[in-house]
């Protein structure tokens, strides 16, 4: 963070609790990271970025905070190592990031990875199927749903 605010690293302080042991480290400039996180399986080194807007793309966020994610991508990658990155909003609302070796992963406050996809259900729309046989419109003088046939007395068989 350039300017690490108070309220910003004690609203991320109090995250970071909830997943594990936290770890604060001496702000200065040229930090890689502003605490850490470490569970019994994973050690996870956290650098917060203040950002004026969150909703915006992977790609948006990759290019404004290249040189936070350049800093973290200096710790190996591995399972047992999780690479942060916490964009927090000047409304101190936050969105948290895995830095994979070539992109960022979301995740949720539990430090899972969110689903590609959301969980929502999409409503369903019904597709009207059209029958082959009908034709799409009638005929003149054929006012019957049901396709033409042969005439009464007409044979339906042909050059037999």
């Known amino acids: 963070m350039s300017r690490h605010p108070l309220r910003a690293l004690a609203e991320a302080d109090a995250i970071a609790k909830k997943r594990g042991h936290v ?3 001496e702000r200065g400039p040229g930090m890689i990271c502003d605490f850490t996180i470490t569970i019994p399986e994973c050690h996870a080194p956290v650098k917060i970025k203040r950002m004026r807007y969150l909703r915006c793309t992977v790609q948006w966020l990759e290019r404004h ?5 350049a800093g973290l991508r200096l710790f190996p990658s591995s399972r047992e190592i999780s690479r942060e990155l ?3 909003s000047p409304e101190y609302a936050y969105r948290f990031f895995r830095v994979c070796d070539t992109t960022l992963i979301e995740l949720g406050r539990d430090g899972q990875p ?7 259900q999409q409503p369903k729309t019904e597709v009207p199927v ?3 046989d009908v034709p ?3 005929e ?3 006012t019957s749903p049901d396709p033409p046939g042969p005439a ?3 044979d339906s068989s042909v050059g037999e």
């Open 130 to 132: 059209a029958r082959p």
């Open 65 to 69: 905070a290249a040189e936070e994610i």
């Open 140 to 142: 003149p003088g054929n």
């Open 114 to 120: 969110l689903p590609a996809k959301s969980p929502a």
């Open 152 to 154: 009464p007395g007409e």
């Open 86 to 88: 916490w964009f927090c």
């Open 23 to 25: 770890q604060h480290y």
């Open 136 to 138: 799409a419109t009638p």
